[in-house]
């Protein structure tokens, strides 16, 4: 199993930058597939961006042009790189991966995008 530890959430300005973070209890180079999803309030949990171990990338409509993820295998540690943020983007950010078939969330963590 493994444990998935979110942070750099806040409050920030319309148009602003954020980088998450999402720390991995054990080495990440054997997981496949990791990748965040968002929950605003009362709406469904969506699909953010996912990366495989082999760096291929995929995203949300939504964010594509704005939001970057990456992965470093040797700090165990995925991220989503967050710039021109609007109001659209508040919501509790998750941190996934996916692991023998099972998949593991973090906590999540709260991204506020005040205008």
């Known amino acids: 199993q493994v444990q998935l530890v979110e942070s750099g959430g806040g409050l920030v300005q319309f148009g602003g930058s954020l980088r998450l973070s999402c720390a991995a209890s054990?080495?990440?180079?054997?997981?496949?597939?990791m990748g965040w999803y968002r929950q605003a309030p009362g709406k469904q949990r969506d699909l953010v961006a996912t990366i495989t171990s082999g760096g291929s990338t995929n995203y949300a409509d939504s964010v594509k042009g704005r939001f970057t993820i990456s992965r470093d295998n040797v700090k165990n540690t995925v991220y989503l790189q967050m710039n021109s943020l609007n109001a659209e983007d508040t919501a509790v950010y998750y941190c996934t991966a996916i692991l023998w078939s099972r998949q593991y969330w973090g906590q999540g963590t709260q991204v506020t995008v005040s205008s």
């Open positions: 054990r080495s990440i180079s054997g997981i496949d597939n």
